[in-house]
């Protein structure tokens, strides 16, 4: 039997996990963060533009999602909501040649 969740409303859900600061903070973007130029704050900083790009609700361990932040990076949050929540697993400014200008859009290969 599976204990796999998934939110209703994934945003609305992220976005209360964060401004709440129930973060769990993963060694890849702890990793990943300094040489991206992303630091933690820019990440609380920009909830209220959060918008959701790609949804994994099926990803290995926790349903996962893909969001452009300030209209600028994305960053990768997994939903544990048994936990009550979030996990940052990675932040990135989205490469132009996989992303559309738009950066919610990803380019056909």
Not at 3 to 27: G, H
Not at 66 to 80: P, Q, R
Request: aromatic share 12%; net charge neutral; charged share 25%.
């Amino acid at each position: 039997m599976s204990m796999r969740q998934v939110p209703a409303d994934p945003l609305a859900f992220i976005q209360k996990c964060v401004r709440e600061r129930k973060i769990l903070w993963t060694y890849h973007v702890n990793m990943r963060l300094e040489r991206r130029h992303i630091s933690r704050v820019d990440i609380l900083d920009a909830v209220d533009t959060y918008e959701l790009v790609e949804a994994y609700p099926e990803d290995k361990y926790l349903p996962s999602y893909l969001l452009i932040a300030s209209n600028t990076f994305h960053v990768l949050f997994a939903a544990d909501i048994l936990g009550d929540n979030v996990r940052v697993v990675t932040a990135y400014q989205p490469n132009w040649t996989d992303w559309m200008p738009d950066l919610r859009t990803r380019r056909n290969r």
